[in-house]
Every structure is written in C-alpha cells, then in structure tokens.
C-alpha cells in the first residue's frame, strides 16, 4: 500500500496500482442514476455530483477505457438538462430581452444523485461545468465512436444557456468571488462550445454564434485576462490560479506552445508548487490552504504537454504519496498549509478533508494514462 507521506517512494509498481484501484474506486461510487458523487463522506459534498467534477471524472473514465462508466455520466447530464428544458428557454429568453435572470435563479453547479436540485444552501451560480460537459462528451463520442446524437437535445440546450449568459461574472471553480469573471470559466465555456462547435450536433445558425463566441472569448482572455505574460485569475487580476492549467491542458484553449501558456505553467509552478504539490492560489485559507492532488494532476498534464515526462512523472508520484493506507486520495493535504490558522474553523464546520475525493483519482488516473502507466482498456 502506499501511505500518505512526503518522503515516501512510489515506484511504478505502485503507480500502476493506485491507478487501477482509483478507476475500480470510481466504478464502485459509481450512482445507479450515472452520477459520480464528489466525495461519499465528507459531510458538505455527500449526495452531490457537479458537472465539472463529473465531467473531468468521465474523461478521465473514458480515457481509461471504462467506455459504459463515462456514457452513464454524461446520460446524467443530459436527463439533467433535458428535465429543465423550460427554465433554460425562459432563462435564454430574458437575457436577449435584455432582462437576464437574477443568479438565484439559473441553474446548479451541482445536483443530487438523483438528479434533482439541492435543497441546501450553496454558491451555486457556476457556469463552467456545463462547459466542461460538453467538452468531455464530445471528446468521449470521438474517443471511442460514438454518435452524439444520443445527448444532441440536451447539447443545443446547453449551448443555447452558454451563449446567452457567458459573460456574466459567476463563482469559479472553488465556490468563490462570484463578482468576477474567471479566465477558466471562461475556457470551460470555449472548450466546450468549440468542441460542439466541431461536431455536427448544432445547427448553421448556432454553429455561427458558437464559432464568434469562441473567438471572443479567447480575445477576452488575452486582453483582459493575462497579466505580464500569463493567464490571471479573473479578468483584470494580475494573480493566478491553478485551475488555470486546464486551460493547456487537457482543454486545450491555450496551446502550451504558446508563450502565454508556457508563462502560465511556469509562473504557477513558481507561485504555487512547492515540494512537488501545488496550491490553489496564493490567499486560500480553505483548510490552511493546502496542496491538492489533482491540481498537481494537471500540472503534470502541462509537463506531458510541452514533453516534460521525466516532470509529469514527478506530478504522479507526488499525487501517489497523498494516498492513505486504503489507497484514498484526499482532496487537499497539509504538508505546506499558507495559513494553517484556518484549519479548526473548517474542520469544525465540515469535519476532516475531504477523502476520497473521486475527481482526485480521477486526474490522477487521466495523468496516469497520459503517461503510459495504466494501460487503456475497453470495458463495455
């Protein structure tokens, strides 16, 4: 087994391991209804799945061969979508009337399992999941070939929610500053438009907004989005965030070629990673602001990117030594907290980190495969 210590060496062995029992993990936790749940027992995620979570989840899955797992997810997220087909058009309906819906009133970032919205309160107002999904379900169709005809209503509904609002500021990935616009909001919403966009799901007139939309996102982002040289947290912050390695890698809206996506990768490296594991940003106090697993996941898949291996390898590894004895990746550790004063106030809100946290298994299976250590499979 491997255990949760920093000075603990992973051989591939070991590697190979963990990555085979994260995907049987994932299986497991796996909902009848095809959601993935964040975490089974941590108190304010149990019950609940989120599209951008699931649908790093699902790509992860499908990259890894479990082709039935990560179909189960996105028919999820197409019942989800298809069962609010009327609150979507009334929601698109008042913001070409120039009356947008107030954000208590759009949709979820995050569903019971059963598909139904929460009942608790939470910062809900989140557009990037429903840009990842459609990103992850495309990639998942081209994957393994599968016609996407099977989510095209829920797809245009979709597409029809990010048109109409992306540009309105929103919480971001961490539930937080829902004021701002978040430049990995707003690569959600490019990927996942320009990934419909190069399907042939959508009609002439919505593949025309989608492809301007994109576009303007992606001026957006290197106008108002970068600060000397790389991508920043919201539109005008000059800090970043290491959400923003999904944006080279694996979305894809900024190539690592680029030099703003090798800026990027290099400045959170030096801002955010230390000994091997890699922050949020710099003012997190979420736990004492510790070091997350999955992040370190997705500078690994920016190292793959710009053939880094020797690099992504040390990603893995580290990502490995967070595992406790049950092989259970935790949502974040505390082995470099940057304000470990914060820690008994979150603890005795929610109790103990997060663990398992199945979107941490999830990039570590994703990176894992990038890399060659798992073997890609077929499940049906």
């Not at 210590?5 to 796996?30: F, G, M, N």
């Not at 992040?295 to 595992?323: E, I, V, Y």
Request: aromatic share 10%.
């Amino acid at each position: 087994m491997i255990e949760a210590t920093r000075e603990h060496p992973v051989d591939i062995d070991s590697l190979r391991a963990l990555a085979t029992s994260s995907i049987e993990l994932i299986e497991r936790l796996q909902d009848a209804s095809g959601a993935y749940p964040a975490s089974p027992t941590f108190s304010a995620y149990r019950g609940y799945s989120w599209f951008r979570d699931g649908a790093f989840i699902a790509d992860a899955m499908s990259s890894a061969g479990r082709v039935a797992s990560a179909t189960a997810f996105f028919d999820w997220c197409s019942s989800i979508v298809l069962a609010r087909r009327e609150r979507i058009e009334d929601i698109v309906g008042r913001a070409a009337a120039g009356n947008p819906a107030p954000d208590r009133e759009m949709l979820p970032t995050r569903f019971t399992l059963d598909g139904a919205d929460g009942d608790d309160e939470w910062w809900d107002f989140q557009l990037d999941g429903y840009g990842t999904w459609l990103w992850a379900v495309v990639e998942h169709a081209r994957r393994h070939r599968i016609d996407l005809d099977r989510w095209a209503p829920a797809l245009v509904l979709t597409v029809d929610y990010l048109l109409s609002s992306w540009s309105r500021p929103c919480f971001d990935w961490w539930e937080e500053s829902a004021d701002r616009v978040h430049v990995s909001t707003l690569g959600c919403i490019s990927a996942g438009l320009r990934s419909v966009a190069g399907s042939d799901v959508i009609d002439p007139t919505r593949l025309a907004q989608s492809t301007a939309v994109v576009d303007e996102i992606v001026a957006t982002i290197r106008e108002r989005g970068s600060s000397d040289g790389h991508l920043t947290k919201w539109l005008g912050s000059t800090d970043v965030d290491a959400s923003l390695l999904a944006m080279i890698s694996p979305l894809d809206v900024v190539p690592v070629s680029d030099p703003l996506g090798l800026n990027t990768v290099a400045t959170i490296e030096r801002d955010l990673a230390q000994d091997g594991g890699v922050h949020r940003y710099r003012r997190d106090t979420f736990f004492g602001g510790g070091q997350w697993p999955l992040l370190t996941c997705f500078l690994g898949l920016a190292d793959a990117a710009r053939g880094s291996h020797d690099l992504a390898m040390d990603r893995l590894r580290w990502a490995a030594s967070t595992a406790d004895a049950d092989e259970q990746l935790p949502e974040q550790v505390g082995w470099h907290l940057l304000d470990p004063t914060r820690v008994d106030e979150w603890t005795a809100k929610w109790g103990p980190v997060a663990r398992p946290l199945l979107w941490s298994h999830a990039m570590y299976v994703r990176l894992a495969v990038e890399l060659g250590v798992t073997k890609v499979g077929r499940a049906a």
